[in-house]
Nanobody
């Protein structure tokens, strides 16, 4: 079974930076699009950014110019570099990936989420 494990969350001051990582493991044949979502208290989960297997990226307007998504296919890992963090960035961040396993077809897999808190 495929597992996504996130790391890098924590408490940071406004204007600070954090780098989130999400490593996929299991019987992976190919990873297609990888994404980051976030869910703030009392709000719906929202898409933050995506990156395709060809490296094409997309960002929510709220994070453009501040966040950068990247991937390392050799490590089956996606990263989210978050700079100039604001209190409104506080949320649980989830990684996800469209993955084809060695025995099954393509499916979306999700990590457990990691808390990012931006506070003075």
């Amino acid at each position: 079974q495929v597992q996504l494990v996130e790391s890098g969350g924590g408490l940071v001051q406004p204007g600070g930076s954090l780098r989130l990582s999400c490593a996929a493991s299991g019987s992976i044949f190919e990873i297609y699009t990888m994404s980051w979502h976030r869910q703030a208290p009392g709000k719906q989960r929202e898409l933050v950014t995506t990156i395709t297997s060809s490296g094409s990226t997309n960002y929510a307007d709220s994070v453009k110019g501040r966040f950068t998504i990247s991937r390392d296919d050799a490590k089956n890992t996606v990263y989210l570099q978050m700079n100039s963090l604001k209190p409104e960035d506080t949320a649980v961040y989830f990684c996800s990936a469209d993955i084809r396993t060695k025995l099954m077809g393509r499916s979306d897999y999700w990590g457990q989420g990691t808390q990012v808190t931006v506070s003075s």
